[in-house]
């Protein structure tokens, strides 16, 4: 077992399930600040970090892309109040046809 694997391992429940279908790097990450920028952490993510995320302590971003440029999945980011109905409706059309799709809400859209 690889050390991403032994991370996603030593978390639990909702923090597990996500880790294992949306983290694909665990060597860096990106922090938010306070300005709504993010910047790049040149160090592993722990774990705690994770949890802090889902706390709201903190927002993280992680990469989309593995170490040999790879992708898993697509994010489709909708920064408008009224794009919220077409997200749903896009969601809707994707698990209907046996694509997973999941949805989650921001400030400005979703």
């Known amino acids: 077992m690889g050390k991403e694997e032994s991370q996603v391992d030593d978390m639990?429940?909702?923090?597990?399930?996500?880790?294992?279908?949306?983290?694909q790097r665990w060597d860096l990450y990106a922090l938010q600040s306070r300005d709504g920028r993010?910047?790049?952490?040149?160090?592993?993510?722990?774990?705690?970090?994770?949890?802090s995320?889902?706390?709201?302590?903190?927002?993280?971003g992680t990469y989309v892309l593995t170490l040999d440029s790879k992708a898993r999945f697509t994010v489709f980011d909708f920064d408008s109040a009224d794009s919220w109905p077409a997200l749903v409706n896009l969601t809707t059309r994707l698990n209907t046809n046996g694509i997973p799709a999941y949805l989650e809400q921001s400030r400005r859209g979703g």
Request: include cysteine; glycine fraction near 8%.
């Open 12 to 23: 639990e429940g909702p923090a597990k399930n996500m880790a294992g279908r949306f983290i």
């Open 38 to 51: 993010y910047v790049c952490v040149h160090k592993p993510l722990a774990t705690e970090k994770v949890y």
């Open 53 to 60: 995320h889902l706390r709201g302590e903190a927002t993280l």
